[in-house]
């Protein structure tokens, strides 16, 4: 491990003994993996279970059959996903406008994202995520069966394609249960209400966060974890 990994580590009480005992695997795999060292400082703001909880999940993936191959994804032409006709019968079929605040390039561009964990016009094809204000909204601005269908889609997509996988896919959250994490008891805001006024009233997602009295992160929170 690193001098730099140690030292945080030693000053925040974290153990650094092998992630388990009697193998030759230590942290140093993890360390690698999530360049830790560069985001330390702002880690250890948020306590010791924050590490802890990056270091579990990494031992997860790093121990469990992951069900996804995105390397083999992102080779994928991601310019033939979602075609027009398709987009059409998507937005008639759950009544959303083709143009309501975002058009079929942008919604493709999320559905890409949401498939590979890569953006759509990224040459490297590597873990790339798009940052376009556009595609960080588009959480609030999808209705549950819009998503729905957009899902299906993409798993018709993979099978046109050979690949017999989820379409998306995380570890189990069980995992940091037991761990001291912010956020924890954070009250969301109400969906229904957020997407009446912004389809109602056309309301942005950053002036209806500030009319319902949250953040805009804690809408978008709001929007991906809603049932």
Same mark, same amino acid.
């Given at each position: 491990?690193?001098?730099?990994?140690?030292?945080?580590?030693?000053?925040?009480?974290?153990?650094?003994?092998?992630?388990?005992?009697?193998?030759?695997?230590?942290? !140093? @795999?993890?360390?690698?993996?999530?360049?830790?060292?560069?985001?330390?400082?702002?880690?250890?703001?948020? !306590?010791?279970?924050?590490?802890?909880?990056?270091?579990?999940?990494?031992?997860?993936?790093?121990?469990?059959?992951?069900?996804?191959?995105?390397?083999?994804?992102?080779?994928?032409?991601?310019?033939?996903?979602?075609?027009?006709? /398709?987009?059409?019968?998507?937005?008639?079929?759950? !009544?959303?406008?083709?143009?309501?605040?975002?058009? #079929? @390039?942008?919604?493709?561009?999320?559905?890409?994202?949401?498939?590979?964990?890569?953006?759509?016009?990224? @040459?490297?094809?590597?873990?790339?995520? +798009?940052?376009?204000?556009?595609?960080?909204?588009?959480?609030?601005?999808?209705?549950?069966?819009?998503?729905?269908?957009? +899902?299906?889609?993409?798993?018709?997509?993979?099978? #046109?394609?050979?690949?017999?996988? @989820?379409?998306?896919?995380?570890?189990?959250?069980?995992?940091?249960?037991?761990?001291?994490?912010?956020?924890? !008891?954070?009250?969301?805001? +109400?969906?229904?209400?957020?997407?009446?006024?912004?389809? /109602?009233?056309?309301?942005?997602?950053?002036?209806?966060?500030?009319?319902?009295?949250?953040?805009?992160?804690?809408?978008?929170?709001?929007?991906? /974890?809603?049932?």
């Amino acid at each position: 491990m690193s001098e730099y990994l140690t030292s945080v580590c030693t000053r925040m009480g974290i153990s650094i003994q092998p992630v388990r005992l009697r193998t030759g695997r230590d942290k !140093g @795999p993890i360390e690698r993996s999530l360049r830790l060292a560069r985001f330390l400082p702002q880690i250890a703001q948020g !306590g010791t279970d924050v590490l802890t909880a990056i270091c579990l999940l990494a031992e997860y993936l790093y121990e469990q059959a992951v069900p996804i191959d995105y390397a083999r994804r992102r080779t994928l032409n991601g310019n033939r996903l979602l075609p027009e006709v /398709t987009w059409l019968m998507i937005c008639d079929e759950t !009544g959303m406008h083709p143009e309501d605040h975002y058009r #079929l @390039p942008a919604v493709r561009r999320f559905l890409y994202q949401r498939m590979t964990g890569s953006d759509l016009y990224s @040459p490297s094809r590597s873990l790339n995520l +798009d940052s376009s204000s556009r595609s960080q909204a588009m959480p609030v601005i999808l209705t549950a069966p819009l998503l729905d269908a957009l +899902d299906r889609h993409a798993a018709d997509y993979l099978t #046109l394609h050979d690949i017999t996988e @989820p379409v998306t896919w995380s570890p189990p959250l069980a995992l940091v249960d037991h761990l001291d994490l912010p956020g924890r !008891g954070l009250i969301l805001p +109400d969906t229904t209400e957020a997407a009446m006024l912004m389809q /109602t009233r056309r309301m942005s997602p950053t002036a209806t966060a500030r009319a319902l009295g949250t953040s805009p992160e804690c809408l978008r929170l709001a929007f991906e /974890t809603r049932q």
